[in-house]
T-cell receptor
Framework: DAGVIQSPRHEVTEMGQEVTLRCKPISGHDYLFWYRQTMMRGLELLIYFNNNVPIDDSGMPEDRFSAKMPNASFSTLKIQPSEPRDSAVYFC????????????FGSGTRLTVV | DQQVKQNSPSLSVQEGRISILNCDYTNSMFDYFLWYKKYPAEGPTFLISISSIKDKNEDGRFTVFLNKSAKHLSLHIVPSQPGDSAVYFCAATHFGNEKLTFGTGTRLTIIP
């Protein structure tokens, strides 16, 4: 398995533009997590899915953020409109089961909003 | 509200010596703890974990200690090697819960 695949690796966009981050989890993993890494807050959980269903989106900072998982092999995180304070590294992770805390993370998407 | 805190943003240790990374938590419901390691331009990878029924867990050069009364855990790396240079994240959960709460990370640099 190629692991968790995220795209793009880097994204530079102008304030106000829509940004879409993509994630392909490991096949067979039932859980998918979106995290954001910043210096001040470390790794923050934004949202997670179980069997493609959003379970907890309480970490989504505001309505500008949305996430979908249309099938077991694909998820998107969208920011519309983007703002400079959204600049961060966004990670997707997947895990096999609820108590499988050894998440497999993707390599992340570094987002810069100018 | 940072429920998992790593108060040292960085740490430098001589190769061959012991590295000690610290983590504090505030949520008394947490009963399962993990350490993740992250290299630049890569995602974090799981390193070692400990349940609250234990106060120590060892895996090769890595040992995690848990002090429940102090709500404190630490990761010991002995001996430290250059390949240990990375950012280390502490994480916690209530076992059965489906999500992890991570700290802010500590950047460990091993000096040759």
């Amino acid at each position: 398995d190629a692991g968790v695949i995220q795209s793009p690796r880097h994204e530079v966009t102008e304030m106000g533009q829509e940004v879409t981050l993509r994630c392909k989890p490991i096949s067979g993993h039932d859980y998918l997590f979106w995290y954001r890494q910043t210096m001040m807050r470390g790794l923050e959980l934004l949202i997670y899915f179980n069997n493609n269903v959003p379970i907890d989106d309480s970490g989504m900072p505001e309505d500008r953020f949305s996430a979908k998982m249309p099938n077991a092999s694909f998820s998107t995180l969208k920011i519309q409109p983007s703002e400079p304070r959204d600049s961060a590294v966004y990670f997707c992770a997947s895990s096999l089961a609820a108590q499988d805390y050894g998440y497999t993370f993707g390599s992340g998407t570094r987002l810069t909003v100018v | 509200d940072q429920q998992v805190k790593q108060n040292s943003p960085s740490l430098s240790v001589q190769e061959g010596r012991i590295s000690i990374l610290n983590c504090d938590y505030t949520n008394s419901m947490f009963d399962y703890f993990l350490w993740y390691k992250k290299y630049p331009a890569e995602g974090p990878t799981f390193l070692i974990s400990i349940s609250s029924i234990k106060d120590k867990n060892e895996d090769g050069r890595f040992t995690v200690f848990l002090n429940k009364s102090a709500k404190h855990l630490s990761l010991h790396i002995v001996p430290s090697q250059p390949g240990d240079s990375a950012v280390y994240f502490c994480a916690a959960t209530h076992f059965g819960n489906e999500k992890l709460t991570f700290g802010t990370g500590t950047r460990l640099t091993i000096i040759p």
